[in-house]
């Protein structure tokens, strides 16, 4: 059973930091893409910033693109989300997601989801 959980949100400044981790467990994802998506209350879930777990290629939405960073530790099994020059457009529920499909920007590509932390950026 993959299991994904997502720590590291909370509430922080505007123009402040955080770092978000999903821990990856319930089976070999070296084939995965992993993702990072966003849902802010009343809004679509949109995606922030994606990774190849093999070839570490990484993409990233527009609105995030120069202050955020998508990295992964493999011994770790773990994806982190470094968030920069945070602003208050940024709060939302985070989420990590994995699959095998080659679409990283779509969520109804994913297969697999954690439970969300919540990041409140106060201007």
């Known amino acids: 059973q993959v299991q994904l959980v997502e720590s590291g949100g909370g509430l922080v400044q505007a123009g402040g930091s955080l770092r978000l981790s999903c821990a990856a467990s319930g089976r070999t994802f070296s084939s995965y893409l992993m993702g990072w998506f966003r849902q802010a209350p009343g809004k679509e879930r949109e995606f922030v910033a994606a990774?190849?777990?093999?070839?570490?290629?990484?993409y990233y939405a527009d609105s995030v693109k120069g202050r955020f960073t998508i990295s992964k530790d493999n011994a770790k099994n773990t994806v982190y989300l470094q968030m920069n020059s945070l602003k208050a457009e940024d709060t939302a529920v985070y989420y990590c997601?994995?699959?095998?499909?080659?679409?990283?920007?779509?969520?109804?590509?994913?297969?697999?989801w954690g439970q969300g932390t919540q990041v409140t950026v106060s201007s």
């Open positions: 990774i190849r777990w093999r070839g570490s290629i990484t």
């Open positions: 997601a994995a699959t095998l499909r080659s679409s990283y920007s779509s969520f109804s590509s994913y297969d697999f």
